[in-house]
């Protein structure tokens, strides 16, 4: 489900991708899920991790990560999604407010889909696609080559 994407990811952006499985429902219930997915990212967050055998930073600037420097933030809503207005409001007070550099995309006619799920159609359009690519380029301040096409 997510291994195409994130393959993508790493050949079209020279960008290291973590693909960490977390609890899922029903096995697991609320919360456990975000719960799960917040341990994975703050194991991967800490710097004492990088030379673990999970996690192999190839092309990290460790320079880069020493300063307390925030991230960008790319925020991707469907028009029909739930939680667009959540997604529109989020992005405004960070910029707003100067926390953090923002990008917000909001995909025309889709509900809550995004390229990196199931695959339904709504899921696989090419605007899609290259709104995904376009964003997490931004995200990690590099060009990608879009001559090259993805099998996926």
């Known amino acids: 489900m997510m291994l195409a994407p994130a393959r993508g990811f790493a050949a079209l952006l020279g960008a290291i991708v973590a693909c960490p499985t977390y609890k899922v429902a029903p096995e697991h219930p609320f919360p456990a899920p975000m719960n799960s997915a917040w341990e994975a990212v703050t194991w991967l967050s800490q710097p004492d991790n990088f030379d673990s055998a999970w996690f192999t930073p190839l092309n990290l600037d460790m ?3 020493k300063g307390y420097h925030l991230p960008r933030v790319q ?3 469907g028009e029909l999604d739930c939680l667009r207005d959540d997604a529109v409001v989020y992005a405004k007070v960070l910029s707003q407010t100067g926390v953090a550099e923002t990008r917000l995309d909001v ?3 889709i ?4 390229w990196v799920t199931f695959p339904v159609p709504d899921a696989h359009t090419g605007e899609l696609k290259t709104m995904t690519l376009d964003g997490m380029a931004w995200l990690l301040q590099r060009e990608r080559d879009r001559n090259h096409k993805l099998q996926y």
């Open 63 to 65: 320079s880069s990560i």
């Open 75 to 77: 925020l991707q809503a």
């Open 107 to 109: 995909v025309k006619d």
């Open 111 to 114: 509900g809550h889909v995004s």
